[in-house]
């Protein structure tokens, strides 16, 4: 397979070497380039012997020497250099499946791209992996990898995800263990399904593949109110996710006091749901699933209080706003209070949109739309400027789920919405007016 040029960065290595847009880059230091990872892998050496294919059609050999940090100046049509893999499951609680109809096309995609995963951490399931795909990565030694593991149980697996595969493939995670690549997995837990006794069973299987499974996250579904036609699943309430916490610290402790690390960690919302005090930030270790809502309201406090130690007395009065999602709710009213008892001048005031947009069941302020927001603070907003976290808004910041950008809601809200990142530094400058910090 080859790769072809769309453009060629100016004063690069490759410009120096003459190659043009439109070229077909064939091989580099005699291996086949087919994605991005091949590429990323193979342009690491000083000095790269290229089969190419010129803009006129002839073959040849062509030796371009850089720094071996340097890039090599190439573009492509698309970053992967080729088309993103579709998920071949239909998973029982696939949230894409739970989505209305009329979003944006991209939103409808489901992905199981391992590329993706070793570029931006995003999960996989192995189901789309081929024997030359694990031999690749176990060869350019890709870490971490970051797998939806759901439960250990093949025969379970293969009825939670809808896939034959899903089962036999269980087997790759030992083989990258067995090869020293990293591995962070997930489960994402239905009540009565791969809980209890199936979670025990799967959090043992995963430990003994430490310390090459180097974290395990475990979330509860997400419902949305659109399941027609679906599988019948119920969320969690507060006893049943007080077990699931049970188990998993039982577990954690047993596994901290042998290893030195605990290894598996309760998404925060299930805390919430059970009405359990989530652990100071010491608990979560290194935070290694953040992304998952693992110890994110434990660093988002424990950065926040860090951050107001240094703040004195504010001289100019301020007021704002600050919106967030059901979960969230508490802890944003409590650091609004404490920066506003340091800080006289400093008002703000918090508001709880709930989602009627995906159901009530959803919390989570990343899944807050434009049209919630909108509608709930509607002629409330008395503040100068509307906080949000930019969980809530695609990875460009300028749109909501829903496809309503930044600036309709500026307009329609007639107030300057500030975006502000998942950190309690940030959110604190932005607080206190200091956007530029």
């Not at 030694?141 to 025969?155: G, R």
């Amino acid at each position: 397979m080859s790769v072809i040029v769309k453009d060629v960065e100016n004063n690069s290595p490759a410009e120096r070497a003459g190659i043009l847009p439109g070229t077909l880059v064939l091989r580099i230091n005699s291996n086949e380039i087919n994605d991005v990872l091949d590429y990323r892998f193979y342009i690491k050496e000083g000095i790269l012997n290229m089969d190419i294919k010129d803009t006129d059609g002839k073959f040849r050999k062509l030796r371009v020497e850089k720094k071996a940090e340097e890039d090599l100046g190439l573009q492509f049509e698309t970053y992967l250099m080729d088309k993103q893999q579709h998920c071949k499951n239909k998973c029982i609680f696939c949230f894409i499946d739970q989505l209305p109809e009329g979003m944006r096309d991209s939103l409808y995609f489901k992905d199981d791209d391992s590329r993706l995963s070793f570029l931006f951490g995003n999960y996989i399931t192995l189901t789309n992996l081929s024997e030359s795909d694990v031999d690749r990565i176990i060869q350019m030694h890709i870490s971490p990898v970051n797998i939806s593991v759901h439960t250990m149980n093949p025969e379970l697996r293969v009825k939670m995800m809808k896939n034959p595969k899903a089962g036999e493939c269980l087997s790759i995670i030992r083989r990258l263990a067995d090869a020293g690549i990293k591995i962070n997995t997930q489960l994402v837990l239905c009540p009565g399904i791969n809980d209890g006794k199936e979670l025990e069973y799967s959090l043992n299987e995963l430990g003994k593949l430490y310390p090459a499974v180097q974290s395990i996250a475990a979330v509860p579904v997400g419902l949305t109110k659109h399941r027609d036609g679906l599988c019948s699943l119920e969320g969690y309430n507060k006893g049943t996710a007080a077990e699931v916490i049970d188990i998993i610290e039982c577990f954690a402790d047993h596994f901290n006091y042998f290893n030195g690390t605990r290894l598996a960690f309760a998404a925060d919302e299930f805390y919430l749901l059970a009405e359990r005090e989530i652990h100071d930030a010491e608990y979560y270790e290194e935070f290694a699933q953040i992304e998952n809502g693992v110890g994110l309201w434990a660093s988002l406090r424990d950065e926040f209080y860090s951050a107001l130690e240094d703040v004195s007395e504010v001289n100019d009065f301020r007021n704002v706003a600050i919106a967030t999602g059901n979960a969230a709710y508490p802890l944003i009213c409590e650091l609004a209070a404490a920066v506003s008892d340091k800080c006289k001048n400093i008002k703000v005031d918090v508001f709880e949109i709930s989602n009627r947009f995906f159901g009530e069941s959803i919390t989570v302020a990343g899944l807050v739309v434009g049209e919630d927001l909108i509608s709930q603070l509607k002629d409330k907003l008395g503040a100068d400027e509307l906080l949000i976290p930019s969980v809530m808004l695609r990875h460009e910041r300028d749109m909501f789920l829903d496809s309503i950008t930044v600036e309709r809601a500026e307009k329609e809200l007639n107030t300057k919405i500030i975006i502000t990142d998942v950190d309690g530094y940030d959110l604190l400058d932005k607080i206190l007016g200091r956007q530029g910090m």
